[in-house]
Each structure stands twice: as structure tokens, then as C-alpha cells.
């Protein structure tokens, strides 16, 4: 395991995942509470708050982006999955599966085809050229070293190579880190911002939620199972959740363990019922504002292949940018499809051949032949 220090050189690291206790506020007011129904994506920022730590990141952001000649393509990589807090000083999330896989290959093969990347990562996930040694399901990492503290010569080879690998292209990759969903919207924002030209490509394969809690009712503390805890200003019955529990359950009792407009209730019989608003489509700001003079790659993941071009399709209709990359969960290491905007152009399935064992190094070359075509087409235009 590589220390969060090694990975920012000497500066001090960034730490995504822990409460920032300043904002952990009690929400017990109806006045913060927002309407999800009014919530556009320009309302989302100023009703979540910022990180504490954003100006920070968006200083590394600068300082890599200045040193990058004028002329040479850079990437924002996005990779791994967000949480969603329940609470606000935060015991319980929601997570996905995203392990970083897509995102760490695809940035190892991005940066040996000589671009600059930006891996915006979910903390603690897959990183570039270390993916292969700190996660792995059979070696933890004292197996890695003798009884003498020495490196095994069994692993000797593997860890020179990637080890070269990461010096050779230290200059050329700036990890940056997010854990929950409002981290990586602010920071997404915010780098965009400061790389929308032609040159810049966003390849943007995190799995970020669809639903989130709204900083407006978070609860502020651990959601309580039972009443014996639940504070005074907790027992007005939630408006938000008791439309949900209704439906969902016949008992009109709710002990509604958090605070007014809260996003939590807990029920008599104590099922927890969660009322989680949708994330607003910050793709149509990305794409017609943020980062409007670059190239933008989504991802499309889905499990029932009956549907993933349609909605690969669907996401470029949508959003009108110019490449979705279509996967199926189960097959996601072996096979993708590529769906562009230019109607004309078929999908194109790529897939793991018998030389090939590693699918970003098929898809990257094809993303980057596609940034090339569309540099040539903005340059004629
Ligand atoms: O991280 P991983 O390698 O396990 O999975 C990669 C992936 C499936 C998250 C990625 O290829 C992807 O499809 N990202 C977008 C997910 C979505 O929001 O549809």
C-alpha cells in the first residue's frame, strides 16, 4: 500500500474520506429544506456545500495544468464510485461496486500514448501502477517481503516494472481525490473549468450516484433505530418521507429518527425508509458550459444488454456530447461499445482478443484516434 503522502510527493495529502465536522450541522429547521422538484444543476452548488478542502485541490490542479506545453493533450480521468452520506456526521453511505479498475488502466494506457492525466479518484481505490499490488484478493502487503523485511524475489520483476512505469511518467499524472458524490460534482466543476479546450479530452468512467441527500436534510446525527434517543425537535413527522412510508407501509406510526425535512424516518416497526432525491444532470452543464471547447467521453453502465445502446444513444441525444462508451456489468473487463454522436458512424463493439488481455488497451487507442478526428474537425470549423 502506497501512503497517501508518497502519492502527493512532499505536499501534505488531500483526505476526502472523513466528516468535515464544520458543516455537520443540525438541519432541524424547515428552512434549508429544499425542493427537489425546483433543484437545477446551478442550485445544487448553492445549496451543498463546498469541501473544505477544494481550493486546496484546485491549487494542484493549476500548478500540474501550468507546466503542461501548449500543445499536448490532456485527459480528466474520472474513476471509482461516490458515496452517499445518510448522515451528516457520517456513519452510514450508500456505495457502489466501482473498484477503479477502468479508471486506473485507462490512465496508465492514456499516459503511455503521451497524454497528461487528471485521475480523479475515489479515495482509497485503484490507483495507475499500483492497482496490481494493493487490492489484491490473494497477496495483503507484509506477503509481499521476507521474514527479513526484504523484498520476495517472486515479486521482484512485477514491482520493477510498474515501479519504472510510475517514475517515468510521475510528471505527467496528478491524483486527485474524492469519496462522496457533492465531492466529486464541486471538483468535477471546478477542473473542468480550468481545462475546457480543444486539447482536453474528460473520460469520465466513475460510477457516480444517481440519488443523494440533499445537505438541506441530512440528518445531523446517527439515524436511531429506536425512539429512546430521538431528540425533541426530531418528532415532527418527516413531510418528505412520511409520503413514502405511507405507501410502502399500512402502520401511520413514525418515529422519524432525524429532523424535519429529513431525508431518514424510522417507522414503528422499525424499517428505516429513505427518501433520496435525484442528482441533478451536471453531463448538459459539462457539456454546455463548463467544458464546452472539449471533448467529452461518457459511460454507460447497465446490466441488461437488451437496452445499452438505446441508452448510450439516448445519453448522447441528451446531452449532445460526442462518445458514450457502453458496458455491461458483467462483462465490463472483456467487451465495451463505442456510440457516437455522428449518427452515420455504427457502434462499434470492441473486444478482448487472444493477444489482448487488457480491454483499456484496445478502448484507449480508439478514444484517442476519435479525440484526434474531432481536434481536425474543430480545427477546420
Ligand atoms: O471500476 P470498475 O472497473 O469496476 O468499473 C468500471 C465502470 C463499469 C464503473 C465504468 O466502466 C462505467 O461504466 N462507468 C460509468 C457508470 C455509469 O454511471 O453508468
Redesign the pocket.
Known amino acids: 500500500m502506497i501512503s497517501p503522502s508518497h502519492r502527493f510527493g512532499s505536499e501534505s495529502p488531500i483526505h476526502t474520506s472523513v466528516t468535515e465536522y464544520h458543516t455537520a450541522i443540525d438541519h432541524g429547521s424547515d428552512k434549508n429544506v429544499v425542493n427537489a422538484d425546483t433543484l437545477i444543476e446551478d442550485e445544487y452548488f448553492r445549496t451543498n456545500p463546498k469541501p473544505e478542502y477544494l481550493d486546496k485541490l484546485v491549487g494542484k490542479a493549476e500548478k500540474f495544468l501550468k507546466n503542461i506545453p501548449k500543445t499536448c493533450k490532456i485527459v480528466l480521468l474520472t474513476?471509482?464510485?461516490t458515496t452517499v452520506p445518510l448522515e451528516n456526521n457520517t456513519v452510514r453511505f450508500i456505495d457502489n461496486?466501482?473498484?477503479?479498475?477502468?479508471?486506473a488502466s485507462s490512465a496508465e494506457q492514456f499516459l503511455a500514448n503521451g497524454y497528461y492525466v487528471i485521475f480523479l479518484h475515489r479515495e482509497f481505490s485503484l490507483t495507475p501502477f499500483n492497482r496490481q499490488f494493493t487490492h489484491s484478493a490473494t497477496t495483503q502487503f507484509l506477503d509481499y517481503f521476507n521474514e527479513h523485511g526484504e523484498l520476495k524475489q517472486d515479486f521482484k520483476a512485477k514491482i520493477l516494472e510498474e515501479k519504472k512505469l510510475q517514475l517515468k511518467y510521475q510528471k505527467q499524472l496528478l491524483l486527485l481525490p474524492f469519496t462522496t458524490v457533492n465531492q466529486y460534482l464541486w471538483s468535477l466543476r471546478s477542473i473542468a473549468l480550468l481545462m475546457n479546450n480543444k486539447n482536453c479530452l474528460f473520460y469520465?468512467?466513475?460510477?457516480?450516484s444517481d440519488f443523494y441527500v440533499p445537505y438541506s436534510k441530512l440528518p445531523q446525527h446517527k439515524i436511531q433505530s429506536s425512539n429512546e434517543y430521538k431528540k425533541s425537535d426530531y418528532s415532527k413527522e418527516s413531510k418528505s418521507a412520511s409520503s413514502s412510508s405511507s405507501s410502502s407501509s399500512s402502520s401511520s406510526s413514525s418515529s422519524s429518527s432525524s429532523s424535519s425535512g429529513s431525508s431518514s424516518n424510522v417507522l414503528s416497526s422499525g424499517k428505516l425508509i429513505l427518501d433520496l432525491d435525484p442528482v441533478p444532470k451536471f453531463l448538459r452543464r459539462l457539456v454546455q458550459s463548463w467544458a464546452k471547447s472539449s471533448m467529452i467521453i461518457s459511460?454507460?453502465?447497465e446490466t441488461d444488454s437488451s437496452i445499452l445502446i438505446k441508452k448510450a444513444k439516448q445519453a448522447l441525444k441528451n446531452y449532445n456530447h460526442q462518445l458514450v462508451?457502453g458496458?455491461l456489468?458483467q462483462t465490463?473487463?472483456k467487451e465495451v461499445v463505442f456510440v457516437s454522436e455522428d449518427a452515420n458512424i455504427k457502434e462499434q463493439w470492441v473486444k478482448l482478443t487472444a493477444d489482448v488481455t487488457c480491454i483499456e488497451a484496445l478502448i484507449i487507442p480508439e478514444a484517442i484516434k476519435r479525440h484526434q478526428e474531432w481536434i481536425a474537425t474543430q480545427e477546420s470549423k
Do not use: D, Q
Open positions: 474513476s471509482g464510485g461496486f466501482s473498484a477503479g479498475t477502468r479508471g469520465l468512467a466513475a460510477a457516480v459511460f454507460k453502465l462508451i458496458n456489468l465490463r473487463n
